[in-house]
Each structure stands twice: as structure tokens, then as C-alpha cells.
């Protein structure tokens, strides 16, 4: 399931750096996750890091892109392939 940043975001801008796939920029008003990109780390990381630095909690599933890992590791690996 891709990640999505809520409006409790205090743009803090720790998340950004952080996003291996480069998932994460800065939206109108708050910081966006591009749920194309969003394997939530699988392929990188054990652990989604945006959500292991993000200081308020605001980063969550989101509930309208369910991915099981099988599915965020065949994106993860169509991402490296394009590269």
C-alpha cells in the first residue's frame, strides 16, 4: 500500500532526503507521496523511512492504494528497471 503524508504535516522537510525512490517533494501546502513511485522501502529498506524520521506521525497508509509486498516489490523492481 503507497503512503500518503496527512495535513498534520508541519513541513519539516526531514521525509524528503530520506525517500529512495524520490517519491516525496513538496506540495502546495504540505509534502506529497507519489503513490506511483511509493514502494514504502520495499527493495531499500525493512522500514518505510519517511515514517522512521517523520516527527509528528503524519505519514500513514493510504487506504485507497492497497499493495501487498509482492505487489510494492514488482514495483520496486519496474522502477529499477526504467532507470
Known sequence: MALIITDEC??????????????????????????NLCTECVGHYNEPQCVIVC?????????????????LQAKYQALISAK
Open 10 to 35: 508541519i513541513n519539516c522537510d526531514v521525509c524528503e532526503p530520506e525517500c529512495p525512490n524520490e517519491a516525496i517533494s513538496q506540495g502546495e501546502e504540505i509534502y506529497d507521496i507519489n503513490s
Open 55 to 71: 516527527p509528528v506521525d503524519c505519514i500513514i497508509p493510504n487506504p485507497d492504494i492497497v499493495e501487498n509486498k509482492e505487489q
